[in-house]
């Protein structure tokens, strides 16, 4: 046996590039998730002790894409790709405002209905906004810089731990803000409100990934980056 062999080396980390239409697909599905999701907030919902609202269903389809894009595309696109997202929320946002501000025909007796629904409180708004904003950027971040170090391998691993990190920052940053609008004023209901927000977050993207990982593959096949290299 030759001691002096060196090592088998893992495959190196690549990235796709983002010219194909399929980068383009995924910025928009994932903006309008976020919009989605926060038209959703507007409703609360309860499943027996668990009270939520509307849009909690959704997130996990954000983040979903959000591993996608980083994982094929690499950190700078997915910047792009969560800035994007962000901003074409606070338009739409905006948009709502300008709606509800117009004035009502004389016939048009929704109004009440339409502020209920696109006027949520401003400081949730921007919690979510913001939660998304940093929740994101820390997954993207921390799923890139694992994959150069681990190339082409040990998928599930990155996809846990930059779930825990963005989805950590996500609640955080997220109840800091909305917990005074909610009415919790004292520590020990604060770290309840984060601590269930974060734990039933990350247990669902865990629970998820299977499904984060066949996504990926079948991204990877279809990106001639990735089509080209046998095994990848």
């Not at 998730?33 to 409703?43: D, E, H, M, Q, T």
């Not at 929320?89 to 009440?112: H, K, M």
């Not at 409100?193 to 998820?208: D, Q």
């Not at 299977?210 to 080209?228: C, D, L, S």
């Amino acid at each position: 046996m030759n001691s002096s062999a060196p090592a088998p080396q893992h495959a190196p980390a690549r990235f796709a590039p983002t010219g194909t239409g399929l980068y383009a697909i995924f910025t928009a599905v994932m903006a309008v998730v976020l919009i989605l999701s926060n038209l959703g907030a507007s409703k609360g919902v309860t499943f027996g002790p668990i009270v939520t609202d509307g849009g909690f269903f959704l997130f996990p389809l954000a983040y979903i894409i959000g591993d996608v894009v980083s994982e094929v595309y690499g950190f700078k696109a997915s910047r792009r790709a969560i800035v994007t997202t962000f901003a074409l929320s606070v338009f739409s946002a905006l948009c709502f405002w300008v709606i509800i501000a117009l004035p009502g025909a004389e016939w048009y007796d929704g109004e009440d209905a339409l502020v209920r629904t696109l006027a949520p409180v401003p400081l949730i708004v921007l919690a979510s906004l913001l939660g998304f904003l940093i929740g994101q950027l820390a997954n993207s971040w921390l799923m890139v810089r694992l994959k150069r170090r681990s190339g082409e391998r040990l998928l599930f691993g990155r996809l846990a731990a930059s779930t825990l990190v963005g989805e950590f920052l996500d609640t955080l940053v997220f109840c800091s803000i909305a917990a005074g609008v909610i009415g919790i004023t004292d520590l020990p209901t604060f770290l309840n409100y984060v601590l269930v927000g974060f734990v039933f977050k990350s247990v669902v993207e865990i629970v998820l990934s299977p499904v984060t990982m066949w996504v990926i593959g079948r991204v990877k096949k279809a990106e001639p980056a990735y089509a080209a290299v046998p095994g990848a």
